[in-house]
C-alpha cells in the first residue's frame, strides 16, 4: 500500500480546524463578517482520523529536508489551498504537520512593517509535549524569505490587508485579519482606564488590551461581544476557566461582569503553545492607530527611546519585542483560585493580576510602604514582567521572533 502525504492540518486560530479549502467567495464572506470579529466558516468541523496519523508516523519520506528550511518551506507552501485566513493579529498564518514519528509546529507569517518590503517569515520546531525545561530542540529553524529566494510578497489592489505571495510558480492570496479597534460595549471603562486594542489571539479567543492610566499597567479582558471559542466552567463564585484554554478568568462584577484574564497554564509557557496567553497577538495591523508603543513606555520608562511602534526593541541585534503577559500562570486549579483571593485583597486587584503578585517598588499589596522584605503573596507563578523579551530563537509555535 502506497503511505499517503503526511498530514497536515492548518491552524487558523479557530475555526476548529477549518482549514484551508475555503472558496475565495467563501474568504470575502469571511473577511466581510470579520467586520464583527465572528468567525463562521463554509466547510464542516475537520475530522481528525487516527489511522491517517498513524500512517504519518511511519512516513519518512521527508526526513531529507526537515533541516532544510527552503525545501520544507516548499513542502508546506505547495500544499495551501489558492487563499487563506489569518486570524491571529501578529499575522502568523499556523500549521503543523505530521511527520516521521514526529510532530512539526511552525508558521507562514507576513510581518507588518516588513512585508512591504517583500519579506516573509518562515519557521517551525519539533512539538515536546512535556517539557522538563528549556532545552535544544533536534528539528528547529527559521528563515526570512524575499524576493531573493524566488519569493515575491505584493499587496493585492489597495487593500492593505490582502497580500499575495508567489514561489515556484504558485501563488497562495493571504487575508489578514481586519479587526476593528473600536473600545468594548457589553462594559464601561473604569474613569482609570482606557482602551488600547482589540486582539485575536491563536487560541481562538478573542482579547480587549486595556491600560490603567493611574499605575500605568496594562489588563487583558476577554471580548464577549463575539463568537466564543470555546466553553468555560465555574471553578469559584467569581472564576471560570476556558476548558480548551485552560485560561482563567476573574469574573469582575464591579465592572459589567467583565472577564479578567489572571492565570494561564504553566506547561503551555513552557511548551510555547497555542495556549500560553495573548501576549503575542498584539494588534500590529493597527500599530499607527493604537498608538502601542506610548503605553509601553508609560508602563515601562526605562525603555522609551528604545523601542519601535510594534514594541520591537531597536537597540538589539536579534529581533525581540516586550511581552505584555500581565497575567499569572499556574500548575493546579488551587494555585489559580489562591492567586485570584490574593489579588482581591490587594489594594489594587487589577495591579497585582498584571503584575504577577510581585509587589510595587516600596510599597505592598495591602498599600502600606515597605518596612521589610515583602514574602510571595501567592503560590501562582509569576509571568513575564518589566522588561520581558519575546526571544528570538525558533520554538515550537514560533520560530520566528518569539
Known amino acids: 500500500m502506497k503511505p499517503p502525504i503526511p498530514t497536515i492540518a492548518i491552524l487558523l486560530t479557530l475555526s476548529p480546524f477549518l482549514a484551508a479549502e475555503n472558496?475565495?467567495?467563501?474568504?470575502?464572506?469571511?473577511?466581510?463578517?470579520?467586520?464583527?470579529?465572528?468567525?463562521?466558516?463554509?466547510?464542516?468541523?475537520?475530522?481528525?482520523?487516527?489511522?491517517?496519523?498513524?500512517?504519518?508516523?511511519?512516513?519518512?519520506?521527508?526526513?531529507?529536508?526537515?533541516?532544510?528550511?527552503?525545501a520544507f518551506f516548499w513542502e508546506v507552501f505547495s500544499r495551501l489551498p489558492d487563499e487563506v485566513i489569518v486570524y491571529p493579529t501578529e499575522n502568523y498564518y499556523?500549521?503543523?504537520?505530521?511527520?516521521?514519528?514526529?510532530?512539526i509546529y511552525g508558521n507562514i507569517r507576513l510581518p507588518s512593517g516588513r512585508r512591504e518590503r517583500g519579506v516573509l517569515s518562515f519557521g517551525y520546531a519539533e512539538f515536546e509535549e512535556f517539557p522538563s525545561g528549556?532545552?535544544?530542540?533536534?528539528?528547529?529553524?527559521?528563515?526570512?524569505f524575499t524576493e531573493g529566494d524566488g519569493l515575491i510578497v505584493k499587496r493585492v489592489g489597495d487593500d492593505e490587508f490582502k497580500w499575495s505571495v508567489s514561489y515556484n510558480k504558485k501563488t497562495v492570496i493571504f487575508n489578514l485579519n481586519k479587526l476593528?479597534?473600536?473600545?468594548?460595549?457589553?462594559?464601561?471603562?473604569?474613569?482609570?482606564?482606557?482602551f488600547v486594542q482589540r486582539t485575536f489571539d491563536e487560541s481562538g479567543n478573542q482579547f480587549f488590551l486595556l491600560f490603567n492610566t493611574e499605575n500605568n499597567y496594562f489588563i487583558w479582558v476577554l471580548n464577549e461581544e463575539v463568537g466564543m471559542a470555546e466553553?468555560?466552567?465555574?471553578?469559584?463564585?467569581?472564576?471560570?476557566?476556558?476548558?480548551?484554554?485552560?485560561f482563567i478568568y476573574w469574573v469582575d462584577k464591579k465592572n459589567g461582569d467583565r472577564k479578567v484574564l489572571t492565570t494561564i497554564r504553566k506547561i503551555s509557557v513552557l511548551r510555547n503553545d497555542y495556549y500560553d496567553g495573548p501576549f503575542d497577538q498584539l494588534a500590529d495591523n493597527y500599530a499607527d492607530e493604537t498608538k502601542i508603543r506610548e503605553y509601553i513606555e508609560k508602563a515601562i520608562p526605562s525603555i522609551k527611546g528604545r523601542?519601535?511602534?510594534?514594541?520591537?526593541?531597536?537597540?538589539?541585534?536579534?529581533?525581540?519585542?516586550?511581552?505584555?503577559?500581565?497575567?499569572?500562570?499556574?500548575?493546579?486549579?488551587?494555585e489559580a483560585l489562591a492567586y485570584i483571593e490574593s489579588a482581591k485583597k490587594a489594594f489594587d486587584p487589577y495591579f497585582y493580576i498584571a503584575r504577577g503578585g510581585i509587589p510595587p517598588m516600596g510599597k505592598n499589596w495591602d498599600g502600606k510602604p515597605v518596612t521589610a522584605a515583602p514574602t510571595p503573596a501567592t503560590p501562582a507563578t509569576p509571568a513575564q514582567i518589566g522588561e520581558a523579551k519575546k526571544p528570538a530563537e525558533p520554538t515550537a509555535k514560533a520560530a520566528e521572533e518569539k
Not at 136 to 142: L, P, T, V
Not at 231 to 246: L, M, T, W
Open 23 to 70: 472558496k475565495p467567495a467563501a474568504v470575502e464572506k469571511q473577511q466581510e463578517e470579520a467586520k464583527t470579529s465572528s468567525v463562521v466558516g463554509e466547510e464542516k468541523p475537520k475530522l481528525l482520523l487516527s489511522q491517517h496519523l498513524v500512517e504519518a508516523w511511519h512516513d519518512r519520506s521527508l526526513d531529507k529536508i526537515l533541516s532544510e528550511p527552503d
Open 94 to 103: 499556523y500549521w503543523k504537520m505530521e511527520i516521521s514519528g514526529r510532530e
Open 134 to 144: 528549556p532545552n535544544e530542540k533536534e528539528i528547529s529553524h527559521a528563515k526570512y
Open 180 to 194: 476593528p479597534q473600536t473600545p468594548p460595549k457589553k462594559f464601561t471603562l473604569p474613569k482609570n482606564e482606557v
Open 231 to 246: 466553553n468555560f466552567k465555574p471553578i469559584s463564585e467569581d472564576a471560570i476557566v476556558g476548558e480548551r484554554s485552560g
Open 307 to 334: 523601542i519601535d511602534k510594534y514594541g520591537y526593541y531597536t537597540d538589539v541585534e536579534r529581533p525581540s519585542r516586550v511581552a505584555i503577559s500581565n497575567y499569572g500562570n499556574y500548575y493546579t486549579i488551587a
